[in-house]
């Protein structure tokens, strides 16, 4: 059992920058591939970003390559969102997830092979 908490979520201006945090609890935060996720009002939740379990191998989403980058801190069990370059559409609902670490590439961009999801958090940038 993983439980994930996200933090990090805000207010900005368009141009600014956020970093979302995802902490994990358990021993096992190491075994999991991570992704983020993010759900904008009347949206279906889209991919954002994914590393893999070593944390060696990242995968973003079109939109956001460039601007956001993901990492994690197996010590620490967390994963983090840098969100840079922020726009009025990367409003939306934050979410971490955990999927086993035997999972990569493209399969990480879908929802389903993730087993834990953390509540979100909001980030919120205005124009």
């Known amino acids: 059992q993983v439980q994930l908490v996200e933090s990090g979520g805000a207010l900005v201006q368009a141009g600014g920058s956020l970093r979302l945090s995802c902490a994990a609890s358990?021993?096992?935060?190491?075994?999991?591939?991570m992704g983020w996720f993010r759900q904008a009002p009347g949206k279906e939740r889209e991919f954002v970003a994914a590393?893999?379990?070593?944390?060696?191998?990242?995968y973003y989403a079109d939109s956001v390559k460039g601007r956001f980058t993901i990492s994690r801190d197996n010590a620490k069990n967390t994963v983090y969102l840098q969100m840079n370059s922020l726009k009025p559409e990367d409003t939306a609902v934050y979410y971490c997830?955990?999927?086993?670490?035997?999972?990569?590439?493209?399969?990480?961009?879908?929802?389903?092979?993730?087993?834990?999801w953390g509540q979100g958090t909001q980030a919120t940038v205005s124009s």
């Open positions: 358990g021993r096992t935060f190491s075994s999991y591939a």
């Open positions: 997830a955990a999927a086993p670490r035997y999972y990569s590439g493209s399969r990480l961009e879908g929802p389903g092979v993730y087993d834990y």
């Open positions: 590393i893999t379990s070593s944390g060696v191998i990242t």
